[in-house]
């Protein structure tokens, strides 16, 4: 038997063999009505024989509910807990934010990075947090069609000593080791894991294991108790620490400080850190789209590029401040 549901009321019910007005249920004890939950109401609910389901269905879609979709009433019916859970949205973009794993140190803290925050140990006595994490890769599936497999994927964690930092960069993940991370990288469509943590503020790290690769996912984060999580960003703006701030005289040796391989160009990788070496703090936005702007189709920034990019933040950010200086209380 299977018990459907039509969300739209009762204008199309189910008129066949235990249908509401069969005569079929008049041999059914009262006792097996009641423990199926039969309702012979105008309610949309009806009952079908699997054979009569099969007959007049062709496709069958399934849903997951998540651990979070239970209220509390049906939880305590249960004698279960309320699982609580966050999910962010994401993109891995070539020559932006797709580093690829802790093998490719260089590039690795391009990717994007979420904050996490767990502060009510579990109910028994270890005082650690149990968190779920996983990755899912969005429409992989579909993109089969257009040959694209499925990507290799994972994740990594790491303990945050100021909880209020701006993006790491490769220095922190060159001098902190991780304290959890996925199972392993696989090409599956999502890769997940359950880690105990002690209370305190994480970054979680999904990628891909090559970088490079282009691709969506969503990453889910369950915890016993209720968490914050939000991506780790900052806003556009001139470094208040004016000594950081390089004039146009100087950059010629940020260039050439942070174009490693001596090749006259930076990779995309790199200007971010040169940017921000020249005294710019940068949005994950605003970066996606200088890099958009700026770079050839190798991911490449030539000299006069990262020039004219470094002059036009400068002229755009110093007009922005001089306009909030002269209207403090402009929006």
Known sequence: MVRCRNPWGNESEWKGAFSDESERWKYITDSDKEEIGLTQEDDGEFWMTFGDWQSNFQKLEICNLGPDSLDDDELVKIGKKRWEATSEVGEWIPNVNAGGC??????????????????????????????????????????????????????????????????????????????AKSPSFINLREVCGRHMLQPGTYCIIPSTFEPHNKGEYLLRIFTEKANVTHEIDEETAIQEDQEQYRPSQRRTGVFKEFDKDSSGRLSSYELRSALHASGFKLSNRTFSTLVMRFSNKAGEIEFSDFMLCAIKLKTMLGATNVAVTADPSRP
């Open 102 to 179: 802790r093998n490719y140190l260089q590039t690795f803290f391009t990717n994007p990075q979420y904050r996490v925050t767990v502060t009510d140990p579990d109910e028994d006595e270890d005082d650690l947090c149990t968190i779920l994490v996983g990755v899912l890769q969005k429409d992989r599936r579909k993109k089969r069609k257009e040959g694209l497999d499925m990507l290799t994927i994972g994740y990594v964690i790491y303990k945050l000593k100021d909880p209020d930092c701006g993006p790491l960069d490769v220095d922190f993940f060159k001098y902190n080791a991780s304290v």
